[in-house]
Nanobody
Framework: EVQLVESGGGSVQSGESLRLSCAASGFTVADYTIGWFRQGPGKEREGVSCINRDDGTQYYADSVKGRFTVSRDKVKNTVYLQMDSLKPEDTAVYYC??????????????????????????WGKGTLVTVSS
């Protein structure tokens, strides 16, 4: 059974850092495109980062570029999202999601022009990140 479990969320102040983890089971993370999404209070879910299947190419939404870094550990079968210089507007529930069939491109995930999350096949339950001023 495919499962994704996020961890690492918490409460921090502006300028601080967190590292989120997405532990996968039932599949190999390098074989699926993995996206990070977030949903803040009263907002739509948006893609913030993505790591491509096989070659590991990294993608970022403009709102987080230069502050967030996505990576994967093939041994641990885990994808990470390092979040630095956090801002109050980063407050959200963060989800990782996997595309098993290559139907969603990472550019679409982070582009913000279409609800790319509709094409993701598996989702974690989310981890809450709260950033205060």
């Amino acid at each position: 059974e495919v499962q994704l479990v996020e961890s690492g969320g918490g409460s921090v102040q502006s300028g601080e850092s967190l590292r989120l983890s997405c532990a996968a089971s039932g599949f190999t993370v390098a074989d699926y495109t993995i996206g990070w999404f977030r949903q803040g209070p009263g907002k739509e879910r948006e893609g913030v980062s993505c790591i491509n299947r096989d070659d590991g190419t990294q993608y970022y939404a403009d709102s987080v570029k230069g502050r967030f870094t996505v990576s994967r550990d093939k041994v641990k079968n885990t994808v990470y999202l390092q979040m630095d210089s956090l801002k109050p507007e980063d407050t959200a529930v963060y989800y990782c999601a996997a595309d098993a069939y290559g139907s969603v491109g990472c550019g679409t995930v982070v582009g913000g022009m279409t609800p790319s999350y509709y094409g993701m096949d598996y989702w974690g339950k989310g981890t809450l990140v709260t950033v205060s001023s």
